[in-house]
Every structure is written in structure tokens, then in C-alpha cells.
């Protein structure tokens, strides 16, 4: 076992040695640009950048006509709501969105109230689920997109897309829907899910950073989104600029290799959370877990370790990467927008940890990151004043808490 | 973020850690922060009623790394002051002694405060 461990999956994950492999001609001898149609370097570039193409669709159960390859899900998440936005501009002026959603979404749609479209922020309850009945009265004839993610990036919590997308559909709105952290991690099918638009990130299942894709659905219906990089017309028109080949090689590759070992894959991380969420429970008292444990992506777990602040915790456990919900790093000291969201009290969202476990997590690791959890908890307990005043029997809410001495 | 020396040595080895008789007429608290703020600071002096110099401190603290470290420190440098000397310690010298980057000022300034409070509430039990 070599340390530092990194148990941040939902941030990046490291690339599949496979993908790598899969990568490295195309930076090289095959270095051709992929819209070249005259000689044989143009004519292999393409080649691969179709047989990717294919890998991508089948992860989604789509048809490779209907992937767009973009840089990441960040510009796939802006030409989703973007794209949609202008291009039905006639048709209505309306989005809705949930307040979980990740950055790219919630500010393409603060971006479009500002171009004067009205956008429909729903909330959560405190397990992370949007309401489907939030939903259908949220939606008016004016409504041109939902967009909805899949699973959370802090929470891992995997919304109904099989309802929403029923819903949309009913109401002839088109659905989005954020898949970053789902596709190649649990079952996810653009067809049994009613899905019409979907954001995918190659860095996130183990291949590399700087490509993405956006699944636009052909027919049944057709969507049509106006381009946010205008230029030589690749994509079909969707998204100009001379494509990535290395990088859309190994995200094919990284797609490939997810579908194929997918089962396998979540089991197994399945397994290692609950021994690492089983562990700490046992070991620790008043820790909580911050979103749904049953509709979950099987690597995560966000937990709260009450009365210990996320930041000492990280410093305690310095080697190991794992991310806080709480940051302490300005005047404002806000914590995690998104367990807020959930209802989780600010003094609780700062104690909150993200552990993502991954395809290259051993079991070995995962013992070694909860006793390291463990022995550093116990220790700054030992050192708060919380800790000390709640094992006296007072009530925390209780305290007059003054921001400054007098 | 990196932290520096000091601040790790005062997380990993904090001094004065502990509690002190809060009802004892000798002893002063000082409790500030909170705990949605994500820092809470508790610190307290024993105080010699005759010479007015603090001889023990102890402390806990809620917080990040720096925020440990500013308090920790704070107890030690208490220690063996008398009150008006204790008073004039500003946040500033604690930001400096730990090479605190700008972002973590505020942990210096809840140690001040911390003492100032602590000084504050012995004073009210001898007015």
C-alpha cells in the first residue's frame, strides 16, 4: 500500500492504465486531424474518433450519431441549457433546475435569467430527491427544458430520471440530465430513462481530462441546439474546433472498459463503502450520513463527524485525499451549498466529509483510511469545546453564541 | 493549502489542552466563535488575585488547523503574563509568530478575543 491514498473519485479519477495505452499513438504516429479527408493520417484519426464514438453510445444505450464530443461536462452542461434555451427561444422562456445541481448548470441558468429567460430553482428534501409532484405543477407551457442531474458530486444520491423523464416527455419538455457521476458507475440508459440530453465526463470514469460529450437524441424527439462555439461546423454543427483524438481514444477506451466491467465494478465499491460506513458507525458515536444510502452511487458516502471541523479533520488524515464540506477559508466560512440544501445545519455541514472510493481503491486502503478517521475524530474531540459541552448535557442550539468578545 | 511549520507542530502537539473549574472564583472562560461559523474557541486563565498574573491557561478549540494552532499558542503565551499584559497580545503577533496567510486572519482574531473574554469574565467575578 503507498500513501498518500486517494479516495476523491467524485473530483477525477486516475486513468486506466488500458486507456493510456489506448492514448498513446494518437499522440505520436497517428497524430492526424480527424476532419481531413484526404490522406491517410485524416482517414485513421477519424476512424478511431468513430470507433470511440460507438464505445461512448453504448455505455448510454445510444446511437453514436447522437453523441457530441465536447472539452467536459462543464461545456457540455452550458450547451445542454444554453443551446436549448436559444434554440426554443419562440417556443418559451422557461427552465427548471434544482438547487443541487453542479456550478455548470445552476450558472448557465443564473446566465439566461440575466438574458431574461425564468428559471425554476426546485428544492430537495433533506434525503436529496426533488419532489415529482414539485415538479409537475414547476412545469408551465412555457417550459422548454428540465434539467435534472442523476447522481450528486457531494451526496451521491441518484435521482427518479426514469420518472422525471416520464413526466417531461408527458408535457412535451425536453429533459437534460447531468450524468456525470452516474454513467459508467450504475446502470444508466438514455431510452429506459426517457432522457433526451445528457452530460458525460471522461475524467470521471478513469480516462483523461479535457474531453467530454453531450448525448442529443435524434428522434422520438429530435432535439436541436444552436452551437455556443461557432466555427467549422464538426459535430454536426453542434460544437466547431478541430477534435481531441488522443483524448476521445481514451475516453472510447475509459467507456468501453466501464461497460464491460460495470456490474463487477459497483459491486465491489459497493462493498468496500458499507465496510468503510459499517466501520466508522461502529467505532464512532454521533456521525452522520448526509443524503440517501439506498439510491446512492455505490463509492460514495458523505459523512458528518459532529463536533470536529472538516478542515482539522483533513489535516489529521494528510495522507489521505478525500474532500470537506466545509470551507474555511474566508471571512463568509460557507459551507457546502448542497448539504445546505439537504436541511444539514450549518455547524453539522462543517464537520462533513466526502469519502469516493474508486476502480483502484484496495480493501487494505479502505481499512487504513477508517482507522485513520477514527483515531483522528476520537482526537480532536478530545479537543473540542463542543464535544465536551455536549457530553455535559447542553444543548448546542441552545448557547447564546457570540461572533466576537465584547 | 500548505501550512506552516508552527501551525502543524501546534495541531499535532497542542499545548495547555484541557478544562478548568468554570464555577471557581479563580478562573475565567472565554467561549467565542460558533459553531455554524465553524470555529468555536474556549480558553481559560487562572488568575492570582493578589498579582493579577495568569498562572495556567487551558484551552479547546473547534476548528481548522490554524485556528487550534492560534489558541494553543494563545495558552502559552498567557501563561505567566499578568492580565493587562495578556490584554495587549493583538491578533497580529499571532498571525506572525504562525505565518498565517490572509485567508486564516480571522482564526488570530477569535484567539484575541478568546483571552479578552476570558480577562473579561474573571474581572466579573471580582468587580
Not at chain 1, 446511437?63 to 434554440?87: C, F, H, Q, W, Y
Not at chain 1, 478530545?382 to 457570540?402: C, F, N, Q, R, T
Request: include cysteine; glycine fraction near 8%; hydrophobic fraction near 40%.
Amino acid at each position: 500500500m503507498n500513501l498518500p491514498i486517494y479516495m476523491d473519485n467524485h473530483a477525477t479519477t486516475p486513468l486506466d492504465p488500458r486507456v493510456l495505452d489506448a492514448m498513446l499513438p494518437f499522440f505520436t504516429e497517428k497524430f492526424g486531424n480527424a476532419a481531413s479527408r484526404n490522406h491517410k493520417f485524416g482517414w485513421e484519426a477519424e476512424e478511431a474518433v468513430e470507433e470511440a464514438r460507438k464505445n461512448v453510445a453504448a455505455l448510454i444505450g445510444a446511437d453514436p450519431r447522437e453523441i457530441v464530443i465536447t472539452s467536459g461536462a462543464t461545456e457540455s452542461d452550458n450547451l445542454a441549457v444554453k443551446g436549448v434555451a436559444s434554440m426554443y427561444r419562440e417556443k418559451g422562456d422557461h427552465i427548471i433546475t434544482c438547487v443541487t445541481e453542479h456550478k455548470a448548470i445552476l450558472d448557465s441558468c443564473k446566465h439566461l435569467e440575466k438574458d431574461r429567460y425564468r428559471v425554476t430553482f426546485l428544492p430537495v428534501d433533506n434525503q436529496g430527491f426533488v419532489d415529482m409532484d414539485d415538479l409537475r405543477k414547476a412545469i408551465t407551457d412555457k417550459t422548454i427544458l428540465i434539467t435534472i442531474m442523476t447522481a450528486n458530486n457531494e451526496v451521491g444520491v441518484i435521482q427518479d430520471i426514469k420518472e422525471i423523464g416520464k413526466i417531461a416527455r408527458a408535457r412535451g419538455v425536453l429533459f437534460h440530465t447531468d450524468a456525470v457521476q452516474a454513467a459508467g458507475k450504475v446502470p444508466f440508459n438514455v431510452n429506459e430513462m426517457n432522457v433526451d440530453i445528457a452530460s458525460l465526463s471522461a475524467h470521471k470514469m478513469y480516462g483523461p481530462k479535457g474531453v467530454g460529450a453531450l448525448y442529443v437524441r435524434r428522434r422520438n424527439p429530435r432535439v436541436l441546439l444552436s452551437p455556443i462555439i461557432d466555427g467549422g461546423g464538426h459535430e454536426r454543427g453542434m460544437r466547431s474546433g478541430t477534435l481531441n483524438v488522443p483524448g476521445i481514444v481514451g475516453f472510447g477506451k475509459a467507456a468501453e472498459i466501464a461497460r464491460k466491467e460495470l456490474d463487477q465494478e459497483s459491486a465491489e465499491m459497493f462493498r468496500l463503502r458499507e465496510k468503510l460506513r459499517a466501520t466508522l458507525e461502529r467505532e464512532l458515536d454521533e456521525v452522520y450520513i448526509n443524503g440517501d444510502l439506498e439510491k446512492r452511487l455505490p463509492g460514495n458516502l458523505n459523512m458528518s463527524f459532529a463536533y470536529v471541523e472538516g478542515e482539522s479533520l483533513l489535516m489529521g488524515i494528510h495522507d489521505v485525499a478525500v474532500s470537506s464540506g466545509s470551507a474555511c477559508t474566508s471571512a463568509s466560512l460557507e459551507p457546502s451549498y448542497v448539504l445546505k440544501a439537504l436541511g444539514v445545519g450549518e455547524d453539522l455541514a462543517h464537520t462533513s466529509i466526502r469519502f469516493g472510493i474508486g476502480r483502484f481503491n484496495s480493501e487494505e486502503e479502505v481499512d487504513y483510511v477508517a482507522n485513520r478517521v477514527i483515531e483522528t475524530v476520537r482526537r480532536l474531540r478530545d479537543l473540542s469545546p463542543l464535544y465536551e459541552m455536549a457530553k455535559e448535557g447542553i444543548d448546542l442550539k441552545s448557547v447564546h453564541w457570540a461572533a466576537e468578545a465584547k | 493549502m500548505a501550512y506552516s511549520d508552527k501551525v502543524i507542530d501546534h495541531y499535532n502537539n497542542p499545548r495547555n489542552v484541557g478544562a478548568l473549574p468554570k464555577e471557581d472564583p479563580t478562573v475565567g472562560t472565554g467561549l467565542v466563535g460558533a459553531p455554524e461559523c465553524g470555529d468555536v474557541m474556549k480558553l481559560q486563565i487562572k488568575v492570582n488575585a493578589k498579582t493579577e498574573v495568569i498562572e495556567d491557561a487551558k484551552f479547546k478549540t473547534f476548528g481548522c488547523g490554524s485556528a487550534i494552532a492560534s489558541s494553543s499558542l494563545a495558552t502559552e503565551w498567557v501563561k505567566g503574563k499578568t492580565l493587562a499584559e495578556a490584554l495587549a497580545i493583538k491578533n497580529t503577533d499571532i498571525v506572525k509568530e504562525l505565518s498565517l496567510p490572509p485567508v486564516k486572519i480571522h482564526c488570530s482574531v477569535l484567539a484575541e478575543d478568546a483571552i479578552k473574554a476570558a480577562i473579561t469574565d474573571w474581572k466579573k467575578k471580582h468587580d
